[in-house]
């Protein structure tokens, strides 16, 4: 293996690790700001409120997405 290779490795599995994060990443995100905007709207500043549906939204994006990140994985 030359370092030709070695890099074209190793960007491939950086690049394979960024769009296996991504749905998760993303699913995380749009809770968050949809909370943060309900918070902003009705003042509540429960921490537990911001917590639990992340973890739920990060639960359900991986039991929606894993079908496909387990073959992305698998191709790689």
Same mark, same amino acid.
């Given at each position: 293996?030359?370092?030709?290779?070695?890099?074209?490795?190793?960007?491939?599995?950086?690049?394979?690790?960024?769009?296996?994060?991504?749905? %998760?990443?993303?699913?995380?995100? %749009?809770?968050?700001? %949809?909370?943060?905007?309900?918070?902003?709207?009705?003042?509540?500043?429960?921490?537990?409120?911001?917590? %639990?549906?992340?973890?739920?939204?990060?639960?359900?994006?991986?039991?929606?997405?894993?079908?496909?990140?387990?073959?992305?994985?698998?191709?790689?």
């Amino acid at each position: 293996m030359n370092g030709l290779e070695v890099l074209d490795f190793g960007r491939d599995a950086l690049w394979t690790t960024v769009i296996m994060c991504a749905p %998760v990443m993303i699913a995380g995100l %749009v809770v968050g700001l %949809v909370i943060a905007f309900f918070q902003a709207l009705t003042q509540i500043q429960e921490m537990i409120l911001v917590f %639990v549906p992340k973890i739920m939204a990060f639960f359900d994006a991986l039991l929606i997405f894993l079908p496909l990140l387990w073959s992305l994985l698998a191709g790689f």
